[in-house]
């Protein structure tokens, strides 16, 4: 049985709706470890080259991606709106499959619905899941570990912001080393 890798060639990333009212309704310690972890996810994607997608939730309701993402996302128009809680829409579906992404890192909001229900449909569907457990939050902090597990049974792999940075560049050798190594030293535990 294939060990599940994460490969800079193989992955994407996706942010699941770390939103304006969403977030406010999380603890205050684990929304601005929610925050950074996620601003440093998007930059980690940007200095390795790997593709994002950012989701809003039904933004008309629950507003924009929280402003520190927002200035974080070198490209605006990878948000993708959506009303389904799985972040696998269509558009999302369609444009991994356009990268030829087999690997997807989730973050985001909540762990025991939109994430949990993304990892699901990508795993059903063919693709590995690695749910970074320092980067998802919820508002009921209870519900995080049920959700790793489900997801876990599901076939997802948890990982965190470090050991995917690391595992993702492979060696100190990599040029995006140094950059990282900078980023890491901002993540919040």
Known sequence: MPIPRLRIQESALLVVDVQEKLVQAIPDRQREKLINNCVIMLKMAGELRIPYLVTEHYPAGLGR?????????????AR???????????????????????????????????????????????????IVSDAIAAMQPDQIQHALRRMEAAGAVTTGVMAAMYE???????????????LAKAIRF
């Open 65 to 77: 991606t929280v402003e520190p993402l927002a200035a974080a996302m070198s490209n605006q128009a």
């Open 80 to 130: 993708v709106e959506k009303t389904r809680f799985s972040a696998l829409v269509d558009v999302v579906d369609d444009l991994l499959r356009s990268w030829q992404r087999t690997s997807v890192l989730l973050c985001g909001i909540e762990a025991h619905v939109c994430v949990m229900q993304t990892a699901l449909d990508l795993q059903a569907g063919g693709r590995q899941s690695f």
């Open 168 to 182: 993702l560049l492979g060696d100190a050798r990599h040029p995006a080393r140094q950059a990282c190594v900078e």
